[in-house]
């Protein structure tokens, strides 16, 4: 089991760089495939990127392909999502998820998740 807490979510203009991270405030993440999903007022939670445990396997959404990096550090217990573009349209709330179902875009494929962090994108 894992509990993991997001942070790094602010307020920032398009076009600046943006981090966000997840760590594990109980339990390890090095055996966990690792998702990242948002969730934009009134839509459904969306994946974004997601990493395997061993981080040598990423996947992104079509959208956010070219503008999102997901990385880790294992040692740290560390997840990061990072952009040096973001968009008004990216503007929601960031969840990061833990998982053991290999590297998967599907919400129900993942069994932790955090309480999420709000990011803000103005134009």
């Known amino acids: 089991q894992v509990q993991l807490v997001e942070s790094g979510g602010e307020l920032v203009q398009a076009g600046d760089s943006l981090r966000v991270t997840c760590t594990a405030s109980?339990?390890?993440?090095?055996?966990?495939?690792m998702g990242w999903f948002r969730q934009a007022p009134g839509q459904e939670r969306e994946f974004v990127a997601t990493?395997?445990?061993?981080?040598?396997?990423?996947r992104y959404a079509d959208s956010m392909k070219g503008r999102f990096t997901i990385s880790r550090d294992n040692a740290k217990n560390t997840v990061y999502l990072e952009t040096s573009s973001p968009k008004p349209e990216d503007t929601g709330i960031y969840y990061c998820?833990?998982?053991?179902?290999?590297?998967?875009?599907?919400?129900?494929?993942?069994?932790?998740w955090g309480q999420g962090t709000q990011v803000t994108v103005s134009s």
């Open positions: 109980e339990g390890t993440i090095k055996t966990y495939t």
């Open positions: 998820a833990a998982g053991i179902r290999g590297v998967t875009s599907r919400k129900e494929d993942y069994d932790y």
């Open positions: 990493i395997s445990f061993s981080g040598g396997i990423k």
